[in-house]
């Protein structure tokens, strides 16, 4: 089975500084990992995505997240937070050894607030 | 952004109407999903579809039905609506490409589910 863990409900930071937000999971194959973000009242959109290669991956608005195998951790990083970024932030995984259909198991979402 | 849009953003309703969410995407994509999202944000996938008449429930059990006579076509119906159903509710899709099936969803807007 599948799952992922973001074990902060909130994240505080102040604008222009560095903005971490923590992601692990649990599968029993190679994982498929991904970022998405929802701003109020909206849909999920996509930030980011690892499936295989350089464990350091760029996305959307400058974030990026980094593979790690060892402690299995995905955990999305920007170096200087944006007020805009605020946002709920959501971390998902696929294992393709189990999953032929593409379902994403999603974490329980993080909440990032950027102060001015 | 992702060509795949939902209907009504917002609903509501008495209990026991009959309501239909409708989804659509102009992709072609084969693989439509159904998420349910809670007041404290989780997201739970309720139904999938592989391709036209094919329709599969997803890993949180749902009183809701769906269909999937178009391609470009997901609706979900809920019978007799009850406070219970109050939620939103994401429809998204994904393709199939060169490399497999990557995951990366796209996701409408949402409905947003009031059953009074």
């Known amino acids: 089975a599948q799952s992922v863990a973001q074990p902060e409900d909130q994240v505080n930071v102040a604008e222009g500084n560095p903005l971490t937000v923590k992601c692990t999971y649990s599968?029993?194959?190679?994982?498929?990992l991904f970022w998405y973000v929802q701003y109020p009242n909206r849909g999920l959109q996509f930030l980011l995505k690892?499936?295989?290669?350089?464990?350091l991956v760029k996305g959307s608005y400058g974030f990026e997240a980094e593979f790690n195998k060892s402690q299995t951790s995905f955990h999305l990083k920007k170096p200087s937070a944006l007020v805009s970024d605020s946002a709920l932030y959501f971390c998902?995984?696929?294992?393709?050894?189990?999953?032929?259909?593409?379902?994403?198991?999603f974490g329980a979402g993080t909440q990032v607030v950027v102060t001015p | 952004e992702a060509d795949i849009y939902q209907t009504p953003r917002y609903l509501v309703i008495g209990t026991g109407k009959k309501i239909t969410l409708e989804c659509s995407q102009t992709?072609?994509?084969?693989?439509m999903y159904w998420y349910q999202q809670d007041p404290g944000m989780e997201l739970h996938l309720i139904h999938y579809?592989?391709?036209?008449?094919?329709?599969e429930k997803g890993d949180l059990s749902s009183e809701s039905t769906v269909s999937r006579i178009r391609t470009e076509h997901f609706p979900l119906t809920l019978e007799s609506a009850r406070p219970s159903h109050t939620s939103q509710y994401l429809c998204?899709?994904?393709?199939?490409?060169?490399?497999?099936?990557?995951?990366?969803?796209?996701f409408g807007e949402g409905s947003r589910l009031t059953v009074l």
């Open positions: 998204a899709s994904s393709e199939w490409t060169a490399e497999g099936h990557t995951g990366e969803l796209f």
């Open positions: 599968v029993s194959g190679n994982p498929y």
């Open positions: 690892y499936i295989t290669g350089d464990n």
């Open positions: 998902a995984v696929r294992d393709p050894t189990t999953d032929s259909w593409g379902k994403l198991q």
């Open positions: 992709m072609g994509h084969d693989k």
């Open positions: 579809s592989y391709g036209v008449n094919s329709t």
